[in-house]
């Protein structure tokens, strides 16, 4: 979870308004008990809270690494996601400039030398390391699936053993910290140092123009009035949709209500509150448990599979790839895809465009909340580093500096061009990544729990996830064990 303010503010009560009570009371005798109470209140009233901001970094301790080398690795499995670990020069690009300028205030502040290193192999070169017991890796950063063999091997250090620390705080992602504990150990989780943390989550984007012609009601009320759900998404989905080259025939001249691809079931299952594969947390351990037959899931895959199974109102770019063009013409409602893509999306559509949080289930749902791509990266420290101190404070104060101006320049760069920064898009955002679902059916990816799921769905809606959930439950079973054995047999 985000929180949205960027710098720490603390109420101060001042200590005179205790000690202006105390004398008060002391300089009154008990027979004037009038006056002790109008005094009191007096001075009260004129001793208000002083509001005091405080700016995290310069909270931040300052030390003398002699020159350290702090070495980042960072994967490059992607075509779309924005890397911010490193920059070698102010270009006049934000995100670029932000991130130089971060590092050069860590460099300065604990005499550090901070060097990067980009590669496809960001896992193998790791365990090569730790192999070695070489200190090659200050922090790793790789995609969450392929982190979780890497930890259960024994790899990594587990973070919560730093001091440095503050896992509760607005500059790493809470979510990603609860989620991807287990048994109170957390090996690898996210936060703002690579804006990657906000380019992996999935997004929804709506067409400007297709709302204004169909006379739709405004999304961004819909979202501010706790109305925005699946089954009005599905209304605004079956007005939209239409033949509109007359045809007779579904192709890629009509309008349709979505488009999006088959990985996108999850983000609106997730988006109504839900979870395939949840971590249950009791007094004997950890434990993941499989949650594709119960009611919520059931009555949630309902909804959204009744609107993605539909030809007429969806299409799925997997099994129709002329879908993608269809939302930069106008012609889809809404498209979902992960945050990272509206790169493409800005510098292919004429039109103005609009994002979105997740729909909800019902309105009774507390809040929105989107998913988390396996694939997002997250942030890990490798087994062998030598000055585990350094490499704690060092993190913590890029991932402070980032929180402050990082994420706003990530902000401007999404912004910028087809949609402007106003006030509804930047609520929006902040919403839709505001609470973030990690979802251990993709996480997990070798359980096949979501290609079972997907295949099921597609197939039958939710009509067979208690027959699947029977079919798959003993093999999930088996691989949980193993799991979490591999879990409790690292040591502390």
Known sequence: MRKSKKRITFLLLCSMLAGTFLTACSETT????????????????????????VNPLEELPVEDYGGANYHILGDTNSNWWIISLNSEEITGEIINDTVYERNQFVEERYNVNVTSQETTAAVSELQMAVQANSDDYSVVWERINTL???????????????????????????????????????????????VHTMEGCSAMYFSKVLIADNQLENPYDLVREHRWTIDKM???MQTAASDTNGSGMRDEGD????????????????????????????????????????????????????????????????????????????QSLFYIMQLGSVVGIRD????????????????????????????????????????????????????????????????????????ARDQDTTEMLDILTGHRTFDYATCYGSWNVYTNYLASVQASGAEN??????????????QVEKAIEAYGNIPD
């Open 30 to 53: 008990s027979e004037d008990p009038a006056n002790v109470s109008s005094e009191v209140s007096a001075d009260a009233a004129e001793t208000v809270p002083e509001e005091v901001e």
């Open 148 to 194: 979780i063999p890497t930890a259960q091997a024994g790899n990594l250090k587990n973070l919560k053993g730093f001091s440095a620390f503050n896992l509760e705080a607005p500059w790493w992602d809470v979510d990603s910290v609860k989620a991807l504990a287990i048994n109170d150990k957390l090996f690898f989780a996210c936060n703002d140092i690579n």
């Open 234 to 236: 599905g209304e605004m």
């Open 255 to 330: 309008t349709f209500g979505l488009v999006t691809g088959i990985g996108q079931y999850l983000s609106l299952v997730n988006g109504g509150g839900v979870q395939l594969v949840i971590l249950e947390n009791g007094e004997e351990g950890d434990n993941f448990i499989l949650n594709i037959a119960s009611e919520p899931v059931i009555e949630v895959t309902e909804k959204v599979s009744s609107l993605l199974n539909d030809k007429n109102l969806t299409v799925i770019v997997n099994d129709d790839s002329w879908g993608y063009n269809s939302f930069y013409t106008d």
């Open 348 to 419: 292919n559509m004429e039109n103005d465009f609009g994002i979105l949080p997740f729909p909800m289930w019902n309105e009774e749902q507390d809040t929105y909340t989107t998913s988390m791509e396996a694939t997002a990266q997250a942030m890990c420290i490798p087994l062998s580093v030598a000055d585990p101190d350094m490499v704690g404070m060092v993190t913590e104060a890029m991932a402070v500096y980032s929180d402050l101006y990082l994420i706003d320049a990530y902000y401007d760069t999404t912004l910028k061009g087809k949609i």
């Open 465 to 478: 996830l208690v027959s699947l959930y029977e079919k798959i439950s003993k093999a999930f079973t088996k």
